[in-house]
C-alpha cells in the first residue's frame, strides 16, 4: 500500500502569490491534518480534516485554508506568501480523529520557498 | 497552552551503543504519545507509540518509557547505528484534543 503522499515536492513562489499543496493519505484513512516545520523546528499543527469536515485549527491566519475531498485526499491553500511562509508542510493520516488516539503517519512534505 | 520539549538539542554516540533521548511535556492531560525520526528532507517517521496506561513499551531496538509522575518521557535505542542518525520528536496528544504537539527535536549523531 502507498504511504501518504503530498504533491510537489518542492515549490517556489513569489511574495504575495498563492499556492495550493496537495495530500492523499493511506487507503482506508479518513483524516488528514497539515503542519508547517520551521527549518530547525518541530512540526506546528495548521488544520485536521475529518470525514470532510474541518475538526481542528491552530494558530494560523485566515490566509490559510483547506478542504478535504470526498477521496479523502487534501488540499492546503495559502493566500497571500510571506516570506515566513517558507517552510516543510507535512500532511499527516490517520484512521480516525486525532483526538482518538490514533497513530498519525506523515508524507515527505512540499518544501515551500517563498522568495 | 501544551508544551512538549526536550532536554538535550544534540546527541553523539559510537556506533553499538545504546541511545537515550529525553522528553519533557507539561500538558498532564497528554495521554498519548508518539516517537518520530526525522531524516534531513523527509517527513517524520513513526517509530513507536505509548499511551498513558502504560509505562513501559518495547519495539525493534527501541524502548519508550513513560513517567507521568514528572511528565517525562524517554526513547531507547539499542545497538545504535549509522542509520539511527536524525532528528528525534516526540509528540503528545490529549484525548479531547485533533493535534499533536511536537518537541523541538533531538539530533543524533552515530559516530561509525
Known amino acids: 500500500d502507498a504511504g501518504v503522499t503530498q504533491s510537489p515536492t518542492h515549490l517556489i513562489k513569489t511574495r504575495g502569490q498563492h499556492v495550493t499543496l496537495r495530500c492523499s493519505p493511506i487507503s482506508g484513512h479518513k483524516s488528514v491534518s497539515w503542519y508547517q516545520q520551521v527549518l530547525g523546528q518541530g512540526p506546528q499543527f495548521i488544520f485536521q480534516?475529518?470525514?470532510?469536515?474541518?475538526?481542528g485549527r491552530g494558530n494560523f491566519p485566515d490566509r490559510f485554508s483547506a478542504r478535504q475531498f470526498p477521496n479523502y485526499s487534501s488540499e492546503l491553500n495559502v493566500n497571500a506568501l510571506l516570506l515566513g511562509d517558507s517552510a516543510l508542510y507535512l500532511c499527516a493520516s490517520s484512521l480516525s480523529l486525532t483526538g482518538g488516539n490514533t497513530e498519525a503517519f506523515f508524507g515527505q512534505g512540499t518544501r515551500l520557498t517563498v522568495v | 497552552g501544551e508544551s512538549v520539549g526536550l532536554h538535550l538539542p544534540t546527541l553523539s554516540v559510537q556506533e553499538g551503543d545504546n541511545s537515550i533521548i529525553n522528553c519533557a511535556y507539561s500538558n498532564s492531560a497528554s495521554d498519548y504519545f508518539i516517537w518520530y525520526k526525522q531524516e534531513s528532507g523527509k517527513g517524520p517517521q513513526f517509530i513507536i507509540d505509548i499511551r498513558s496506561n502504560m509505562d513501559k513499551r518495547q519495539g525493534q531496538r527501541v524502548t519508550v518509557l513513560l513517567n507521568k509522575t514528572v511528565k517525562h518521557l524517554s526513547l531507547q535505542i539499542a545497538a545504535t547505528q549509522p542509520g539511527d542518525s536524525a532528528v528525534y520528536f516526540c509528540a503528545e496528544n490529549s484525548n479531547t484534543g485533533n493535534q499533536f504537539y511536537f518537541g523541538t527535536g533531538t539530533s543524533l549523531t552515530v559516530i561509525p
Open positions: 480534516y475529518y470525514e470532510k469536515e474541518e475538526r
